[in-house]
């Protein structure tokens, strides 16, 4: 049934996880420059300091075994050296400068939310369905590690990890090129059955618990009010009201169950594949 009310709801919308990134990364620019920096010299950093001692170890190797001279080798440890000083120097930089954006990024998208409730006329603010999308649009942005400022995160990061692969690859490549198409296509599979667990779990999971929150909300401002705890005591309502708390919770242990149950046979089924 709530499944339906979503697909009923005309203010419901699905989006892809590429609008999705799209609409991520637009705000990010927005609402802070800094980022158009910043990512950048992440991206320099990351392979840099991920496999600069192994070419370290490489040259001085080759150079060893071509009977290369003291000079040059302490030539080659000096530019390294540099190398490595003004990587970390960038690295922490980065680390030190982009942590903090996304939470100014994610506050400012915050404002633009409610902004636009603020603009709403009264009559929508009691509409079920507008409350709802209202609910789903607050947990999107009510965590440092999830919501919009998670997938800030998660996408900078994904940047980060694609350089260092993508490095990994070309020297890989010079090795041998089927285990680069071998690598490359296992990352391919790996990406669409991760989007496609997130739409499903999103869909049967998350967004039918937007009325779940709002009854949350509600029954945690009843019993921590000052104003309605004299009916409660008046009323006898301590055991009533606990009874529902214990219902509501069970709903969301459910859908925590179901959303690992997903994930679960997800991992499974890549597995299997991979193997």
């Known amino acids: 049934m709530e499944q339906n009310n979503e697909q009923k709801n005309p203010l419901h919308k699905d989006f892809g996880i590429f609008s999705n990134i799209k609409y991520i990364l637009k705000a990010m620019i927005s609402y802070n420059k800094g980022f158009l920096l910043l990512i950048p010299i992440g991206m320099i950093c990351a392979p840099t300091m991920q496999y600069l001692w192994t070419f370290i170890s ?8 071509g009977e290369a001279g003291t000079e040059k080798l302490l030539w080659l440890m000096v530019i390294f050296t540099v190398i490595q000083a003004v990587s970390t120097m960038l690295n922490s930089y980065y680390y030190s400068e982009i942590w903090w954006r996304f939470i100014c990024a994610r ?8 902004a636009k409730v603020m603009r709403l006329d009264y ?42 692969v993508t490095v990994g690859i070309i ?10 198409m071998l690598m490359i296509v296992i990352c391919i599979a790996n990406f669409l059955l991760n989007d496609h667990t997130n739409k499903t779990v ?16 509600y029954l945690r401002n009843v019993t921590t009010s000052f104003d309605t705890a004299k009916d409660i005591r008046m009323f006898g309502l301590k055991d009533w009201l606990t009874d529902k708390i214990r219902e509501l919770k069970k709903e969301r242990i459910e859908a925590q169950k179901n959303n690992a149950k997903a994930w679960l046979i997800s991992s499974r089924h890549f597995s299997f594949r991979a193997s």
């Open 58 to 65: 490489k040259f001085v190797i080759d150079m060893i075994t």
């Open 107 to 114: 506050f400012k998208l915050m404002s633009g939310k409610n």
């Open 123 to 164: 009559e929508h603010l009691e509409d079920p369905d507008v409350l709802d999308c209202y609910q789903k649009a607050g947990n999107a942005c009510n965590s440092n590690d999830n919501g919009v400022e998670g997938m800030m995160r998660g996408i900078v990061n994904f940047m980060l990890s694609a350089a260092v």
């Open 171 to 180: 020297i890989l490549g010079t090795m041998n090129i089927f285990i680069v």
């Open 202 to 217: 999103k869909k049967r999971v998350w967004d039918p618990l937007a009325p779940w929150w709002r009854k949350d909300n």
